[in-house]
C-alpha cells in the first residue's frame, strides 16, 4: 500500500481532522505502543500500520477499506 492511499483510506475511515488526530495522538498496543506518525516514521510498512488502525477501530474502518 502507498503512503497516499494509507492517508487516504485514514481520512476517509475518521474524517480528516480526526484521522490527523489519531495519527498524532493515539498510541496503538499492535504498533508496540507507538503512533501511527511513530511507526510510519520508524519505517514500519503501511500494510502494517494499517492492519493495527483496523483491529484497534472494527467498527470505524469500513469493510470495503480493511
Not at 506518525?37 to 519505517?43: D, I, P
Request: net charge positive; aromatic share 10%; charged share 25%.
Amino acid at each position: 500500500m502507498r503512503l497516499t492511499d494509507f492517508w487516504a483510506r485514514l481520512d476517509e475511515a475518521f474524517g480528516p481532522g480526526y484521522a490527523a488526530s489519531i495519527a498524532r495522538d493515539q498510541v496503538l498496543s499492535q504498533l508496540g505502543g507507538r503512533t501511527i506518525e511513530q511507526a510510519l516514521a520508524s519505517g514500519e510498512q503501511t500494510h502494517v500500520v494499517w492492519r493495527a488502525v483496523v483491529a484497534a477501530y472494527p467498527d470505524r474502518v469500513p469493510a470495503r477499506l480493511r
